[in-house]
């Protein structure tokens, strides 16, 4: 619903987002979907993503961002694990809780 269109989700099995997504933490409170999908957006293209938040509106501190391609995921994991997004080193991995 937010960070632009769903696409056409890809052929192949049921698992819907398998192997797309990934977790990202670390996050600075401030952090927007807007800011999170501009700077995964170096590894591929992102389809969705999403910072987490409470009950009460905050932020988590976390987010979700789901690629187009398996492997523009995985480059994601490796060449934006620690990197720097508004003044936090953020890490990424495989989102493990397929939703």
Same mark, same amino acid.
């Given at each position: 619903? #937010? !960070?632009? +269109?769903?696409? /056409?989700? /890809?052929?192949? +099995? ?5 192997? #797309?997504?990934?977790?990202?933490? *670390?996050?600075?409170? %401030?952090? @927007?979907? @807007?800011? =999170? ?6 590894? !591929? ?6 910072? =987490?938040? +409470? ?5 988590? $501190? ?5 690629? $187009?391609?398996?492997? %523009?995921? @995985?480059?994601?994991?490796?060449? =934006? *694990?620690?990197?720097? =997004?508004? +003044? ?7 989102? #493990? %809780?397929? #939703?």
């Amino acid at each position: 619903f #937010r !960070g632009g +269109g769903a696409g /056409g989700g /890809g052929g192949g +099995g049921g698992a819907g987002t398998g192997g #797309r997504r990934v977790y990202v933490g *670390n996050l600075s409170w %401030e952090c @927007q979907w @807007q800011d =999170l999908k501009d700077h995964m957006r170096a590894a !591929g293209e992102v389809l969705h993503a999403d910072v =987490l938040s +409470g009950p009460d509106g905050r932020s988590k $501190g976390c987010g979700l961002v789901e690629y $187009g391609t398996p492997e %523009e995921a @995985q480059r994601a994991i490796a060449e =934006l *694990n620690d990197t720097e =997004l508004m +003044g936090r080193m953020v890490f990424v991995r495989e989102d #493990r %809780e397929a #939703r």
